[in-house]
């Protein structure tokens, strides 16, 4: 069983769309993470939630919007699809302070 | 910003040991020096971390200069499936809900 699941894999749009990514963990974790890949391979945090409350909002502009409808889910909606929102975006899980996180295998978001 | 200096790319041989190094000339007595790899197309996976002493897990060693201002991870046998980045983070353990800060990390590729 994959422990962090995220979905769609792949996701094509146009601008101007509105998107979601689900992510979900089966792992009992208490806080969740969205994180964005960019195409210079840098690796930033978007979001983090613990127990469903809004811990962490990085400077992520309000056209995306994390929604935790209970522990075991984060998802992330995107309003108005822009170029620059192409990236891959990583949801994680761990348990709050702890020293692991678990990564999912990501989503691929490209907007044309 | 991260806190750790590494070498954008290393390569090593398939069977010898793969030693990558981190400098974290910055870092505080409460930070841990945490591992994570990244294998093309995957999510961002632990490795090892540690705070003063050595350690030792199935993956890797990790070993932390007594002034614990560099460090080293050490995959004793590289094989093919070692091909990553590997990204050297410091972070203060039990940092709550606040995720991990990734650099640019170490392209390490292992040679036939």
């Known amino acids: 069983d994959t422990a962090v699941s995220q979905t769609p894999k792949y996701l094509v749009t146009q601008m101007g769309n509105d998107k979601s990514i689900k992510c979900e963990q089966n792992l009992g974790h208490d806080t969740m993470y969205w994180y964005k890949q960019d195409s210079k391979k840098f690796l930033k945090i978007m979001f983090s939630?613990?127990?469903?409350?809004?811990?962490i909002n990085e400077t992520v502009p309000n056209r995306f919007s994390p929604k935790s409808p209970d522990k075991a889910h984060l998802n992330l909606h995107i309003n108005s699809l822009e170029l620059g929102d192409s990236a891959v975006y990583f949801c994680?899980?761990?348990?709050?302070?702890?020293?692991?996180?678990?990564f999912g295998s990501g989503t691929q978001l490209s907007v044309l | 910003d991260a806190k750790t200096t590494q070498p954008p790319s290393m390569d090593c041989a398939e069977g010898r040991a793969a030693n990558l190094p981190c400098n974290h000339s910055t870092i505080s007595g409460n930070e841990y020096v945490y591992w994570y790899r990244q294998i093309h197309s995957q999510g961002p996976q632990y490795i090892i971390h540690?705070?003063?002493n050595n350690e030792t897990n199935e993956m890797a060693s990790l070993i932390i200069t007594e002034d614990r201002k560099s460090s080293t991870l050490i995959l004793p046998h590289a094989t093919l499936r070692d091909t990553a980045v590997y990204y050297c983070?410091?972070?203060?353990?039990?940092?709550?809900?606040?995720?991990?800060?990734f650099g640019k990390g170490t392209h390490l590729i292992i040679q036939p």
């Open positions: 994680a899980s761990s348990l709050k302070g702890a020293e692991k996180l678990f």
């Open positions: 540690g705070l003063k």
């Open positions: 939630y613990n127990n469903k409350e809004l811990i």
């Open positions: 983070i410091v972070r203060v353990a039990g940092g709550g809900a606040d995720g991990l800060t």
